[in-house]
């Protein structure tokens, strides 16, 4: 129970990846896809900032006096930079996905996968 709680933010990184995964692999709804896309990045994005968190480290800036820096009290900016660029790029294609649900929405009127397919079909 203990290595539960210390590890307490990986255990919600796997909710939220799986919750996300069921969601776009199970319902039918083009923007319940969507949402589930969201949080299954979201996942990812916890993932990395927690693989990237130090117990009491420093922010990486470099005193003006350029005195001699212990390396492992610094944190690295890395995760923290590209989990900010995921963000973006998270948006970005949640973005896409909503406009492409609503260009299937104005031609099929239905968000509903299998509605969609019968009316291709016709």
Not at 48 to 70: C, M, N, T
Not at 116 to 121: A, C, M
């Amino acid at each position: 129970m203990e290595n539960l709680i210390a590890n307490f933010n990986y255990v919600i990184v796997v909710i939220l990846m799986m919750i996300g995964l069921w969601s776009m692999l199970a319902q039918k709804n083009l923007i319940k896809k969507c949402i589930g896309m969201a949080i299954f990045q979201t996942g990812i994005i916890l993932f990395f900032i927690s693989i990237g968190a130090k117990q009491g480290a420093k922010v990486p800036i470099l005193p003006d006096d350029f005195s001699p820096v212990v390396v492992d009290q610094i944190a690295n900016p890395l995760t923290q930079i590209l989990m900010l660029t995921a963000i973006v790029v998270g948006v970005a294609t949640l973005g896409v996905g909503l406009a492409l649900a609503q260009k299937i929405y104005h031609q099929h009127s239905s968000f509903d996968e299998d509605e969609i397919l019968e009316n291709q079909r016709k």
